[in-house]
């Protein structure tokens, strides 16, 4: 069969013939249909993630949309190294695949997976967000974020604020769930005054996609409203920088808590669980997610893409 076959850690996989899986106790054979390249899937294809040590030659993929052999529709996650999800066909525990809703193709669940679990296992799973409560959103424009605007409205969030660069793009965000936006400088640089403000009438959540300048300012802001006001901030991702540097009395002089969320921070089960909810609630919500589908000969044009704007999708050929 064709897949996307990592030969050297660091190298970027290539398209080329591989083992044919057969499903050993307890799993299934996948015939993929669509499988979305996120940056959890580079990072670990390229040995720079701690989940993931695995020995080239393996196909590259953590989860995606495919049939089984009766025909069943479903969403797989984790396949059996060294197989992965970009490929003609995969192997993958049973316990590890559930059905999908009719109404949504294949390209748009596989592409809202990533982005969708990982706002609401930071939600749900991670800061416990209550209905009713405030979400700040820093980084919102892209993909993630954009979808994590509408985790937060739809688990029950009363206002939605967002951070991002890009104006226009924040305006957008309006319609589809943001109450206010506030946008950074081209440094990355929040507007201290409008944080302080926020925080001023309550701000319960934070989930942050940037680290770096931004977050930082957000955590000074958040400690110096009510030093008592509990404030959970969950740290996402790393395009605004890879490290801040925080005073040990900015957090002994708050109620701010400071979490991580991501493969790890949360049981496998738990995100499975989750993924579930999300897949039920896709026709619900309408998620607005942009995608791009390629065919997985193009493995390695993908790879090099860096449009964050959309989420591209890898399909067998044929």
Request: glycine share 10%; hydrophobic share 45%; proline share 5%.
């Amino acid at each position: 069969m064709k897949a996307a076959v990592v030969f050297k850690i660091g190298k970027a996989p290539v398209y080329t013939d591989f083992a044919e899986p057969v499903p050993g106790e307890g799993e299934v054979r996948v015939h993929v249909k669509a499988s979305a390249l996120t940056n959890f899937t580079k990072l670990r294809a390229l040995g720079k993630h701690y989940s993931f040590a695995a020995k080239p030659p393996f196909v590259v993929g953590v989860d995606g949309i495919g049939t089984l052999d009766d025909g069943r529709r479903v969403y797989f996650l984790f396949p059996r190294a060294p197989f992965g999800g970009m490929a003609e066909r995969t192997v993958a525990p049973v316990a590890q695949c559930m059905d999908v809703p009719e109404g949504l193709d294949d390209a748009m669940l596989a592409a809202l997976a990533d982005p969708g679990m990982s706002a609401w296992v930071a939600l749900e799973a991670r800061a416990r967000m209550r209905t009713g409560e405030t979400v700040l959103i820093n980084g919102a424009t892209g993909s993630a974020g954009r979808i994590a605007v509408q985790v937060a409205k739809h688990l029950g969030a009363a206002k939605v604020i967002a951070t991002g660069r890009n104006r226009e793009a924040l305006d957008r965000l309006k319609a589809i769930g943001a109450d206010e936006v506030i946008a950074l400088d081209p440094n990355g640089g929040a507007p201290s005054d409008a944080l302080r403000e926020h925080f001023a009438h309550r701000i319960d959540v934070v989930l942050d996609y940037l680290w770096g300048t931004s977050a930082l300012q957000i955590i000074e802001a958040a400690s110096a409203g009510e030093a008592t006001r509990r404030v959970r901030f969950v740290q996402l991702g790393l395009s605004g920088g890879p490290t801040v540097t925080l005073s040990g009395a900015l957090l002994r002089s708050s109620a701010i808590e400071i979490m991580g969320s991501g493969a790890g921070s949360v049981a496998a089960d738990e995100i499975f669980t989750i993924i579930r909810k999300l897949m039920q609630s896709a026709p619900i919500v309408g998620f607005d997610l942009a995608t791009a589908t390629l065919p997985l000969s193009r493995v390695e044009d993908a790879w090099s893409a860096t449009d964050a704007s959309r989420r591209i999708v890898l399909a067998p050929d044929c």
